[in-house]
């Protein structure tokens, strides 16, 4: 079982529409709780990150953590054509080492 | 501020051939991380490098190797390339090491013929 689990998609929402895309997590250890969304043939942009519990609103964009259950979540509300492409969650501890990231969920918004 | 740039953007190399990727971290930021991103298997961690010394490194074969230099600049090398080798190879940099990832480059797009 892999320690990071996303909501596979693919995703396609009409403009306007609010997306939530979700993740799973196993390890307790994990402190950092990120976002990236990443275009085709681009590296991933981070677009939120959250530190330990808790909602972060930035924009359109809202991040919540829940930790009790181990389940992140990314809203997008009033979503738009610009924001089709490949979200990716990824968590890591507070210690040196490395971050590790769901497989990605492809969203696609038709105008 | 520049971001963190790798060179090749794209490469196509023959199999039993072996490769190297550069990647020129954000100005100050000393933790580099490497991933190879494929469509089956997503993002995996090949390894991390801070302060010349590589620190965590993933599951894969000694194939992969890597290295920093001074200048924070890193590069890893493929040899003995495979089909399964293509991927988008994604180089991040970090200003600790207890930081994650916050910015990306573009990626390095390997083909194995």
């Known amino acids: 079982q892999k320690e990071v689990e996303q909501d596979p998609g693919p995703l396609s929402v009409p403009e306007g529409a609010i997306v939530s895309l979700n993740c799973t997590y196993s390890n307790s250890a994990f402190q950092y709780f990120m976002w990236y969304r990443q275009y085709s043939r681009k590296g991933p942009e981070l677009l939120m990150y959250?530190?330990?519990?808790g909602n972060k609103e930035d924009g359109r964009f809202t991040a919540q953590v829940d930790k009790s259950s181990k389940y992140i979540s990314l809203f997008i509300r009033d979503s738009q054509p610009s924001d089709s492409a490949t979200y990716l969650c990824a968590m890591k501890g507070t210690n040196a080492g490395k971050s590790t990231f769901g497989d990605g969920t492809t969203l696609t918004v038709k105008p | 501020k520049a971001g963190v740039t790798q060179t090749p953007r794209y490469l196509i190399k023959t199999r039993g051939q072996q490769v190297t990727l550069s990647c020129s971290p954000i100005?100050?930021?000393?933790?580099v991380s490497w991933y190879q991103q494929t469509p089956g298997q997503g993002l995996q961690f090949l390894f991390e490098?801070?302060?010349?010394?590589?620190?965590n490194k993933g599951n894969f074969p000694g194939r992969f190797s890597g290295r920093q230099f001074s200048n924070s600049r890193s590069e890893m090398n493929v040899s003995t390339l495979e089909l399964g080798d293509s991927a988008l190879y994604l180089c991040a940099s970090s200003l600790s090491r207890d930081r994650f990832e916050a910015f990306f480059g573009q990626g390095t797009r390997l083909t194995v013929v």
């Open positions: 959250t530190y330990s519990s």
């Open positions: 490098y801070f302060s010349e010394t590589q620190r």
């Open positions: 100005s100050g930021h000393r933790s």
